[in-house]
C-alpha cells in the first residue's frame, strides 16, 4: 500500500508540473511611466506624412532573453521598446502585426507565433500582443520568425517596416541563417521593404550580426534599446522609421515653383543639407538619420558614480570628436533615483558629472570645455517606483554646448 500511494503521488505530480509547463501564462511586468513625444499635431498641420503603410514587429522570446541586464529581465526591457515605439506612433493609416520567437512552450516543437495580426493598426492592439507574452525559453530562431512574416504580408501591399527586438545571443541564434531569411524577404519584397533592429544588450558579435540583418534590407538600420528608450530617442526612432518631414517649397506670384539647388553637405556628415536638422554636426562625430551627433547616456549603478566598462567605447568615442573640434564643449549633467535625501541625491549627481569629466579629461580634453552640474532627482526620464525606472534615473547626460 505504501508503494501504490507514493507511485501515485508521484504522477500526480509530474501531471501537475506538465499542465503547468504547457500553460502559457503572460508574465506580471513593471507598468510603464513613459511619456510619449505627440507627434499627431504636428502631422495634422502637415509638417510631417508617413512613409510605410505596413509594421511588422518581432519580438525575441528566447531562453537567453530570461537572463537579466541592467537589472531587469532582458524579456522585459524588450517588451518596454515595442511598448514605447506603439505611444509614440501617431495616429497613421497602418496595417500591422507582432509575432514572437522562441520555443512557445517548454515541450513545443512550435518556434514562432503570431501575438497579435496581421490586422488595421491600433494601440490596444500592440498591447493586447505584449499581454500574451510568457517567459523566455528555448532557441532564438530569428529566420523562422522572418520568414513567417513574409508569409504573412505576401498579398498586403505599400512599403513596410520590419521591426525586430532581441539580444541575438550567439548561443541560441544561428546568425547565417538570420541574414540569410533577411535577404530572402528583401527579394520578395524589393524597394518595399526596410528592416531596423534593436539590439538588447551589448555583445560585440550581435552587435555586427544585427548591423548584417539590417543591411539585407538595404535601407533601415541597426541600433541599441538603450539609445531609443528615452523620450527624445525614442521619438527621433518612430520619426526615421515611419515619418517624412514635409518640406515647404516657396512659390512666387506667378504661381512658380523655385527650383532648391542640388543638395550639398556642408559639415561632412554624410546627411544632405537639405534633410540636415543639426547643419554644424562636429567632425567625426557618429550621426542618426537626421544629421545629429549620438551622444550616448551614461548609466550608474545604485549610490554609485564610478564609470563601468560597458560606458568606455561610448565616452572614448566623445573624446575622439571632442579632441577633433577644439570649439565644440561638453555639459555633463548628472542625475539620481529619489532613494535619499535631496542633499544627498544632489552631492552624488555632481560626483557622477565630475567622474564623466575626469574621465574624459584622460584623453587631454581642457577642463575648461567640461562643464559640469548636478540636478539629484529632479530630473527623472523614468518611474522612481520600480527598479527598471531607477536604473534609467540614475544617469549622466551629454550635452553637446557651442
Known amino acids: 500500500?505504501?508503494?501504490?500511494?507514493?507511485?501515485?503521488?508521484?504522477?500526480?505530480?509530474?501531471?501537475?508540473?506538465?499542465?503547468?509547463?504547457?500553460?502559457?501564462?503572460?508574465?506580471?511586468?513593471?507598468?510603464?511611466?513613459?511619456?510619449?513625444?505627440?507627434?499627431?499635431?504636428?502631422?495634422?498641420?502637415?509638417?510631417?506624412?508617413?512613409?510605410?503603410?505596413?509594421?511588422?514587429?518581432?519580438?525575441?522570446?528566447?531562453?537567453?532573453?530570461?537572463?537579466?541586464?541592467?537589472?531587469?529581465?532582458?524579456?522585459?526591457?524588450?517588451?518596454?521598446?515595442?511598448?514605447?515605439?506603439?505611444?509614440?506612433?501617431?495616429?497613421?493609416?497602418?496595417?500591422?502585426?507582432?509575432?514572437?520567437?522562441?520555443?512557445?512552450?517548454?515541450?513545443?516543437?512550435?518556434?514562432?507565433?503570431?501575438?497579435?495580426?496581421?490586422?488595421?493598426?491600433?494601440?490596444?492592439?500592440?498591447?493586447?500582443?505584449?499581454?500574451?507574452?510568457?517567459?523566455?525559453?528555448?532557441?532564438?530562431?530569428?529566420?523562422?520568425?522572418?520568414?513567417?512574416?513574409?508569409?504573412?504580408?505576401?498579398?498586403?501591399?505599400?512599403?513596410?517596416?520590419?521591426?525586430?527586438?532581441?539580444?541575438?545571443?550567439?548561443?541560441?541564434?544561428?546568425?547565417?541563417?538570420?541574414?540569410?531569411?533577411?535577404?530572402?524577404?528583401?527579394?520578395?519584397?524589393?524597394?518595399?521593404?526596410?528592416?531596423?533592429?534593436?539590439?538588447?544588450?551589448?555583445?560585440?558579435?550581435?552587435?555586427?550580426?544585427?548591423?548584417?540583418?539590417?543591411?539585407?534590407?538595404?535601407?533601415?538600420?541597426?541600433?541599441?534599446?538603450?539609445?531609443?528608450?528615452?523620450?527624445?530617442?525614442?521619438a527621433a526612432f518612430v520619426e526615421q522609421v515611419f515619418l517624412s518631414k514635409v518640406e515647404k517649397v516657396e512659390v512666387v506670384e506667378e504661381v512658380v515653383v523655385v527650383e532648391a539647388p542640388a543638395p550639398g553637405d556642408r559639415d561632412g556628415d554624410g546627411v544632405y543639407d537639405d534633410v540636415d536638422q543639426c547643419p554644424n554636426t562636429p567632425k567625426g562625430a557618429n550621426v542618426d538619420e537626421r544629421g545629429c551627433w549620438l551622444v550616448g547616456d551614461v548609466f550608474f549603478d545604485f549610490d554609485k558614480y564610478n564609470i563601468k566598462p560597458e560606458f568606455d567605447d561610448e565616452l572614448e568615442a566623445v573624446a575622439k570628436v571632442l579632441n577633433m573640434n577644439p570649439s565644440v564643449n561638453i555639459r555633463i549633467e548628472g542625475n539620481t533615483d529619489n532613494v535619499g535625501t535631496e542633499k544627498y541625491n544632489m552631492q552624488l549627481s555632481e560626483r557622477r558629472a565630475n567622474s564623466v569629466k575626469a574621465y574624459l579629461q584622460k584623453f587631454g580634453i581642457d577642463e575648461n570645455r567640461l562643464s559640469t552640474i548636478g540636478y539629484g532627482f529632479s530630473r527623472p526620464i523614468a518611474t522612481n517606483s520600480t527598479p527598471e525606472g531607477r536604473d534609467l534615473n540614475r544617469r549622466v547626460e551629454l550635452t553637446p554646448t557651442p
Do not use: H
Not at 84 to 91: E, F, M, S
Not at 180 to 200: E, F, H, N, P, W
Not at 218 to 229: D, H, K, V
Open 1 to 234: 500500500m505504501k508503494i501504490g500511494y507514493l507511485k501515485l503521488l508521484f504522477f500526480l505530480g509530474l501531471s501537475i508540473l506538465l499542465a503547468g509547463c504547457g500553460a502559457k501564462q503572460p508574465v506580471e511586468r513593471p507598468v510603464s511611466q513613459f511619456q510619449a513625444v505627440d507627434f499627431n499635431p504636428k502631422v495634422r498641420a502637415g509638417d510631417y506624412v508617413q512613409k510605410v503603410d505596413n509594421l511588422i514587429a518581432i519580438l525575441d522570446t528566447s531562453g537567453s532573453m530570461a537572463d537579466p541586464y541592467k537589472g531587469e529581465v532582458k524579456l522585459n526591457t524588450a517588451c518596454e521598446i515595442v511598448s514605447r515605439i506603439n505611444a509614440t506612433l501617431p495616429d497613421l493609416n497602418l496595417k500591422g502585426e507582432l509575432r514572437m520567437f522562441g520555443r512557445i512552450a517548454t515541450f513545443s516543437q512550435q518556434f514562432t507565433q503570431l501575438l497579435w495580426g496581421p490586422a488595421q493598426y491600433s494601440k490596444s492592439g500592440i498591447e493586447s500582443g505584449l499581454q500574451k507574452v510568457g517567459r523566455g525559453r528555448g532557441e532564438s530562431p530569428l529566420n523562422v520568425a522572418i520568414n513567417a512574416a513574409a508569409g504573412d504580408f505576401a498579398s498586403i501591399q505599400g512599403r513596410t517596416a520590419v521591426i525586430i527586438v532581441t539580444d541575438a545571443n550567439k548561443e541560441y541564434m544561428n546568425y547565417g541563417a538570420a541574414v540569410k531569411a533577411a535577404k530572402s524577404m528583401k527579394g520578395q519584397y524589393g524597394d518595399r521593404l526596410c528592416i531596423y533592429t534593436v539590439q538588447i544588450g551589448k555583445d560585440p558579435e550581435a552587435k555586427k550580426v544585427l548591423a548584417k540583418v539590417a543591411e539585407a534590407g538595404q535601407c533601415g538600420f541597426a541600433t541599441n534599446a538603450a539609445q531609443i528608450s528615452s523620450r527624445g530617442g525614442m
